[in-house]
């Protein structure tokens, strides 16, 4: 699987979006590329995933850029409840999903 | 639909004792997998299993072992506890364990070794 970049932390003020980098410049043609998030000590929470075209649902916006080089996640309107670890993770469209490669991920703070 | 649950919540062992962790998969999931989470060495993947048969295997001794029983609930076994297995242990489940599926953690159980 393709290693990811993210960066070690970010924060964000209450109400504004949230634009989460993810550098995935190995990635290959056949690769998802995953988002969760982790709250403190709960089990990570899946958000959104992706090929090639961009993807929304009710929780965030997933933009991957032409090349499929990187990424990035979008939180519309941050609250505090979204101060989480983010893992950007990519995975091969064929093998089994249940052996995900976390790395570090970006600690995102919101603030009021 | 519930979600993915773990027991026990929280279990402290001494050294050289074993213990099992159990995880239940939300209705209709099959593939259930493992992970451990240490400050240190963040979210490693130990396991997956799918209909009963293990899919994949971390990079893991020998002394952590699982295994699925027909209704997809599974089980994972540390042996000759070590202090360095106190962790929190995670079981995600996802409906046929493919990529192009989501996949939904559980709570975890937190093990505490002495």
């Known amino acids: 699987d393709a290693k990811t970049t993210q960066p070690p932390s970010m924060d964000c003020a209450e109400g504004r979006a949230a634009n989460l980098p993810c550098n995935h410049s190995t990635i290959s043609g056949n690769e998802y590329v995953y988002w969760y998030r982790q709250i403190h000590s709960q089990g990570p929470q899946y958000i959104i995933h992706?090929?090639?075209n961009n993807e929304t649902n009710e929780m965030a916006s997933l933009i991957i850029t032409e090349d499929r080089k990187s990424s990035t996640l979008i939180l519309p309107h941050a609250t505090l409840r979204d101060t989480a670890v983010y893992y950007c993770?990519?995975?091969?469209?064929?093998?089994?999903?249940?052996?995900?490669?976390f790395g570090a991920g970006t600690q995102v703070v919101v603030t009021p | 639909k519930a979600g993915v649950t773990q027991t026990p919540r929280y279990l402290i062992k001494t050294r050289g004792q074993q213990v099992t962790l159990s995880c239940s998969p939300i209705s209709g999931h099959r593939s259930v997998s493992w992970y451990q989470q240490t400050p240190g060495q963040g979210l490693q993947f130990l396991f997956e299993y799918f209909s009963e048969t293990q899919r994949n295997k971390g990079n893991f001794p020998g002394r952590f072992s699982g295994r699925q029983f027909s209704n997809s609930r599974s089980e994972m076994n540390v042996s000759t506890l070590e202090l360095g297995d106190s962790a929190l242990y995670l079981c995600?489940?996802?409906?046929?364990?493919?990529?192009?599926?989501?996949?939904?953690f559980g709570p975890g159980t937190r093990l505490t070794v002495l």
């Open positions: 993770i990519v995975r091969v469209v064929t093998d089994s999903w249940g052996k995900l490669q």
């Open positions: 995600a489940s996802s409906p046929l364990g493919l990529a192009d599926t989501s996949g939904f």
């Open positions: 992706g090929l090639k």
